[in-house]
Each structure stands twice: as C-alpha cells, then as structure tokens.
C-alpha cells in the first residue's frame, strides 16, 4: 500500500465525489484483502460476540424467502463464525432490544443503534403517502391497529385481522396494508419473525428510549449510514457505498467527505473510491474463512462490486427458469483462500445434502469444497454428502475423492 500525504480537513469541500487526492494507492489485492477482512471474513472470528457481533459488524443482514440449507440471514454468521447453532442465531437476532427489521439494502435486519439513521426514509415514506397497496379508509385501519398492539402486542397480520383478502399474495388486507404502512413509517416495529411472519409492535414500546426519536435530520442520517456502509465494506467506491443502505449517489456526494472515509486510488477501479482509516492503519492480515456464502451475503449482494473485487460473475437464478439455468436454483458461491473459487447448488434429501450442481474455478478448489461441504452438512444435520453433477468430469472425481477422504 502506498501513502500519499494530504490534508486531513473536512471544511470547505466541493462536494463532488473524488475532488479530493487520494490519501493511499492499494493494489487490488489489498483492496480485496481489506474488504474479506472488513466483513468478518479474514482472520480469526470473535466467537465471544457471535451473531449479534457480526450484525453491527455488517450494519445490515438481509432476509429472504428461500430456504434450502437454511435461510439466508441463518447462513450470514455461519459462514463468519462456523457451525453456531441456528437456534443460537435466531435467538441472538430477535430476544431482547437487539435488533429490528426494516428496508435497508431490502428487508434487513439491523442492529437496533441504527433506528435513529433511518428516520430520512420513515419521513421520506410518510411524505409519499402511501406505498403500492392503498387503504379505502386509511385512518380506520391505521386507528384499529394501533389499538390492537397497544392492548394486545406483538402480534402478526394474522393475529389483528388477517393479511390477505383470499386471493394471491399481493392482494392483501385492509389490516395488512395499514400496518405495513405503519411500519414504513415508524409507528411500528418488526420485532422478530415467527414462522416466517412478522410479528409487529409499537415502535414506542419495542424501541429502547435512548433510541426512540428521530431527531437527526437527513443529511445526518445519511452521512452515518455511508460512514456505516464505508466501515462494513472495507474499501468502496461511490455506488458501492450508495449501494450498501440503497442510498442515492448524490446523497453520498453530499456528504462523503465528512464520514471520516478517506479517498484512496485502488488498482484496475477506474474509479474515485473511499476507505476506513482503522482498516488503513490495522492492515488485512489473518488467516482467511473456507465457507459457501448465501447469494444475499454483503459481501457479494452487490454483483459488480463482486466482479470488481474478485472477477466472479454471479447471479441467482432462482427466478431464472430453469431450462435457462446455468449453475442451479441456489448457487452458493465457495469463498477459500479470500477468492471465489467455484459454486454449488445444494438440496437436502433427509440426512444427506446433494450437492445438485458443482462448478469449480480449478483444480486447487477441489479439496475446499469437499471441507465446505461436509462443514455445511454438519451445520444442518447431515451425515452424508452427494454430488449429482459437476461441471468438469474430471474435477467431478477428484471432489468425490476429496469428499470419501473427510470425515
């Protein structure tokens, strides 16, 4: 890494992003070191803070839907911390003030420090209106809620009324729409999800006090989420640090150069890009994580980031047909050695894990596989290990021969 020394000050900035000389010059991979390093993913991993650690590492877990090993915000500290149990995450997530739910870089679980940086978005939703569903009698309905979860609470859609009128997914209720609604604005809180459901509450009560306010304005809100984003990812380039919360890119010019992230010149970007001066000073040293990421994982969520950093194009196809498929309806990308060196679609068939489609870089991703793998299936429960197919025959055997040779 090369230092270039420059001004420290942060008055009289011209607010357009890179005007200022980069501080540092990193090779790319110090930049990919430094952002393995940033997500909890290179070095030893701080097991004495366990999940909630690496959610107010990352700043943001995303949640979604699928579930084939597990669900993705269940794989995001396993693939930090190794086999913790999935209860243990559950817990550590949703018992106590901890955490909460809300649109982040989508729906995402963030630590709950962080409800006051939300508060442009609350106002910025309120002052739209209405989200995509309108209420025939909006302040009836939002009345009504409120009232439940002050006599009742927490409680699910299906608890205070019913989320759908009987019909497809999207056609919901008069009782869904006004507590999402609420929650959207702040009014409500998504304390912790139960079978999958939202279990709702009022944000006066759910919110610790200290917390409880939304007294910063927007630009100050946005300046601690991108100094957050910066933080979580290391080294970011001005769409990556957008990217991170889904900010605007003139919301991070506004107010880049006063996050304490210092501009530096990256090798192969090709753009203006900022980084943490702690990662700067400390260095991305340690011993790097063999693990399968969720596609959802922050450190890869962002698809040309992903290419930027490590030339690995990746995409989850599981919305793509599957005719059209290229590597499986989950693919989980295997990061060893702090490279992406292949994936795998996997399935569980009682207790064995199928390894439905193997892709691999080369030769040398044979035997980390084989370790992700069986580590993976000793997470959910599995005793035995399958592959259906592989994409090179030859590296078909080897993986079966690395896989016979582990436990």
Not at 11 to 17: E, V
Not at 109 to 133: D, S, T
Not at 271 to 277: G, R, V
Request: proline residues 4%.
């Amino acid at each position: 890494m090369t230092t270039t020394a420059t001004a420290k000050g942060r008055s009289g900035s011209s607010r357009t992003a890179g005007a200022r000389r980069p501080e540092a010059r990193l090779s790319a991979d110090e930049a990919r070191r430094l952002a393995l390093r940033a997500q909890g993913l290179l070095g030893a991993p701080d097991r004495r803070a366990g999940t909630r650690g690496v959610l107010r590492r990352l700043g943001a877990v995303q949640l979604d839907t699928i579930s084939v090993l597990a669900r993705s915000h269940e794989l995001v500290p396993y693939a930090r911390l190794g086999a913790v149990g999935r209860d243990a995450v559950e817990s550590a997530y949703w018992s106590g003030e901890h955490a909460f739910e809300y649109w982040s870089h989508a729906a995402c679980i963030l630590p709950i420090e962080e409800w006051p940086l939300f508060a442009f978005r609350r106002r910025a939703m309120k002052a739209r209106g209405h989200r995509w569903h309108v209420m025939k009698d909006s302040e009836r309905s939002c009345a009504a809620v409120r009232a439940r979860l002050e006599a009742d609470g927490p409680l699910t859609a299906g608890a205070l009324g019913g989320a759908k009128n009987g019909g497809e997914w999207w056609d919901w209720s008069e009782t869904k729409i006004a507590v999402e609604w609420l929650l959207d604005t702040g009014e409500v809180v998504c304390t912790r999800r139960r079978g999958w459901k939202r279990v709702y509450d009022l944000a006066e009560r759910a919110v610790p006090e200290a917390l409880f306010h939304d007294g910063l304005d927007d630009a100050e809100c946005v300046r601690r989420l991108v100094a957050q984003a910066g933080t979580a990812m290391g080294v970011a380039t001005r769409a990556d640090l957008a990217d991170y919360h889904r900010l605007k890119g003139e919301q991070v010019d506004a107010v880049v150069d006063d996050t304490g992230l210092v501009p530096v010149e990256v090798e192969g970007w090709g753009k203006p890009a900022w980084a943490d001066p702690a990662a700067l000073a400390d260095g991305a040293r340690g011993r790097h994580r063999t693990t399968l990421l969720s596609p959802f994982d922050s450190l890869i969520w962002d698809r040309p980031r992903t290419e930027r950093i490590f030339g690995f194009t990746h995409r989850l196809e599981a919305y793509v047909p599957k005719p059209k498929r290229v590597h499986g309806y989950f693919a989980m990308p295997l990061l060893t050695g702090g490279r992406l060196a292949g994936r795998v679609d996997p399935a569980r068939e009682g207790r064995t894990l199928v390894a439905r489609q193997v892709s691999l870089e080369d030769a040398k991703a044979v035997e980390p596989m084989a370790r992700a793998l069986w580590e993976a299936a000793g997470w959910v429960g599995c005793d035995a290990v399958r592959v259906e197919r592989c994409d090179d025959a030859g590296l078909a055997a080897a993986l079966v021969a690395a896989l016979d040779r582990e436990p």
